[in-house]
T-cell receptor, first 111, second 113 residues
Framework: SQKIEQNSEALNIQEGKTATLTCNYT??????LQWYRQDPGRGPVFLLL?????KEKRKERLKVTFDTTLKQSLFHITASQPADSATYLC??????????FGGGTRLMVKP | DGGITQSPKYLFRKEGQNVTLSCEQN?????MYWYRQDPGQGLRLIYY???????QKGDIAEGYSVSREKKESFPLTVTSAQKNPTAFYLC????????????FGPGTRLTVT
């Protein structure tokens, strides 16, 4: 069955460091993959979309990579700030062109 | 002020009652979606609609029903047949019919006792 794995343990880093979050998927080949940010008690907010033919995508301090051979996407936040603390969800599209969301990784940036 | 609105923010119901959650968008998006989120888990797709008067079941449609009579509105009814209705419900809309770049509402937290 299709499966998306994100580290369920919180990632704690110091302000100014680079945060790296991992998303692994199995048993399907998404045409694209999205990353969303979710704050407690709120709806997710779209951050970035990367297509299968793109290796890397950047937006300000955010960088996403997409390795279709490893079936993995990495999400990086450089020069992290306490305001970046949130849960980050990855969402590859599936065969029906709908999204499947991972459980998310909680990021805590300490000042 | 453009966006997606969901109401109410918190909803309490007794077991055995049907309840309807509201979702409205003024983004002129064709596609709309309903998700359910349980504590510590990802979003699971309940229903989606790519055009007015048409909708499709998602992964966990049993015990739920929807309608799409207007482009702006996509209400979700949680019926008494839904075995575990207590959850955080999120509505989203998007321009593409393939699920990309979705805009989410603030969510409705439903508690059924």
């Amino acid at each position: 069955s299709q499966k998306i794995e994100q580290n369920s343990e919180a990632l704690n880093i110091q302000e100014g460091k680079t945060a790296t979050l991992t998303c692994n998927y199995t048993n399907y080949s998404p045409a694209y993959l999205q990353w969303y940010r979710q704050d407690p008690g709120r709806g997710p907010v779209f951050l970035l979309l990367i297509r299968e033919n793109e290796k890397e995508k950047r937006k300000e301090r955010l960088k996403v990579t997409f390795d279709t051979t490893l079936k993995q996407s990495l999400f990086h936040i450089t020069a992290s700030q306490p305001a970046d603390s949130a849960t980050y969800l990855c969402a590859p599209n599936n065969a029906g062109n709908m999204l499947t969301f991972g459980g998310g990784t909680r990021l805590m940036v300490k000042p | 002020d453009g966006g997606i609105t969901q109401s109410p923010k918190y909803l309490f119901r007794k077991e055995g009652q049907n309840v309807t959650l509201s979702c409205e968008q003024n983004l002129n998006h064709d596609a709309m979606y309903w998700y359910r989120q349980d504590p510590g888990q990802g979003l699971r797709l309940i229903y989606y609609s790519q055009i007015v008067n048409d909708f499709q079941k998602g992964d966990i449609a049993e015990g739920y029903s929807v309608s799409r009579e207007k482009k702006e509105s996509f209400p979700l009814t949680v019926t008494s047949a839904q075995k575990n209705p207590t959850a955080f419900y999120l509505c989203a809309s998007g321009t593409g019919v393939d699920g990309r770049e979705q805009y989410f509402g603030p969510g409705t937290r439903l508690t059924v006792t």
